[in-house]
């Protein structure tokens, strides 16, 4: 469609690769059960001498000898740019509908018509990188909070133990050549792939990534054959996008159900969906859990602000990730590194020096004695971990201030709630903008504010900056600040504006 992703093979910036023969992906395609009908064009070349030069969604980025896949997406339909793309030079195009008569309105032009374009682009970029996946240990993270630090700590995990690992991340991508920041959780099948690809050839033996929901309903990790699997937690988040908690649910499922005999599901058994991710699952299954019976079991020994001492499936260790939350994620990359294979000592020796997240429970000391801490909580359930976190480590008679909002253009079911934790758990609470996109943000703040009682006793200060700013010279010496929402990242959005902003750089400016 007119405005999505492309790969060429000829490009200095990217993964080099050989052109993909039509035959091969027309194997490929017919193979996976979606190739229904060929169309050859009169003018458009025998099927055996057709090579796909660039593989594209995105109508305007096809050049002569593009392969154009027409993806039914969520705002626009790819169907609609076939025109363009064939105009552009498209030699081939995947579609689901073939145009009327299309053999001569487009002679130069290979129709393929499959039953499904998203599952054909996954194929067919695969296929253009020389299925690099096959390659690599996959180990993939879903759940609603903690998959950006389960993610980072198997990398940590893996590296350590001497596995040359790619990362991709809500924060990064590390490919063992480079890094580079993200703009997706988990990227499209072009881009995925041809980050594989490059993993590949920097060396790289495994990858621990970030497998969205988003990235699950819209097929973008389809083939990908995970070792390992991780159930982190499920609440309320992107109902605007799946529109019910059932079928945000659903998306989650299809990572595990998706595995094969030999991988491992690892799950969360204290949260209420757990069993329920595994279910169906054909993969060993593996449990882990701080307050229930679990295959992995784990104690709170210790919690301060420095970190966790825990007992790991009868091993204690110190770490140096903080709140009684990252124990689960300890846990799981625990049980990931054991069902590779390595042991247990080893891996905890390793995941006891992996240093915290950037922007997940990001402590900042002020010489007064003053904590403020930048994490990226914006569901309900991660704010409430946070604050309940970090009061079990603040000192008697300190005040715990919480800083927060909602994004816009997201889902706004959660905003109320939100509002209920922080008056539930915070001493004083300070409401401003997230990234309120294209929403107007006080209409933010007033879905906020329908879930709070006593909204007179709270701040509501729409401008972030102004609200960091006010908590800095309301806070006293040894209070604890929580900034939340934004965690690591370094821009605003606000309307159509993109602006440079970091909550830990804000707070350095104003508590000094």
Known sequence: MAGSQSVRADRSDETAHAPLPWSTLRRRLRDAGLLEETIRGADAPAPDSLTIETLTDDSRAVEPGAGFVAVRGVEADGHSFIDMAVENGACLVVCEAVPERARERFPGTVFARVTDTR?????????????PADALRLVGVTGTNGKTTVAYLVHHLLETLGASTGLLSTIEVRTGARTTKMNLTTPGPLALHRTLREMVEAGC????????SHALAQKRVHGLDHEAAIFTNLSVDHLNYHGSLEAYRAAKKRLFDGLGPDATALYNADDEAGPTMVADTAASVVSFAVDSEADIGVSVLQSDIDGLRLRIDGHERRFRLAGR??????AAAYGVGTALGFPPEAVLDALADAPPVPGRFEPLR??????????????????ENILRAVRETMPDGATLWCVFGCGGDRDASKRPEMGRVAERLADRAIVTS?????????????DIRDGVQRPDAM????DREEAIQAAADESAPGDVVVIAGRGHEATQTIGTDTRPFDDREIARRYFG
């Open 459 to 462: 701040r509501w200060i729409v």
């Open 366 to 383: 002020v010489e007064d004695g003053t904590t403020v801490i930048v994490d990226y909580a914006h569901t309900p359930d991660a704010l």
């Open 325 to 330: 939350f990252n124990a689960y994620n300890l």
């Open 119 to 131: 599952t054909a682009l996954a194929e067919a970029a695969a296929a253009f990188y020389g299925d």
């Open 434 to 446: 997230d990234n309120p996109r294209t929403e107007e943000p006080v209409a933010i703040l007033n």
């Open 205 to 212: 033996t495994a990858c621990a990534m970030e497998v969205s």
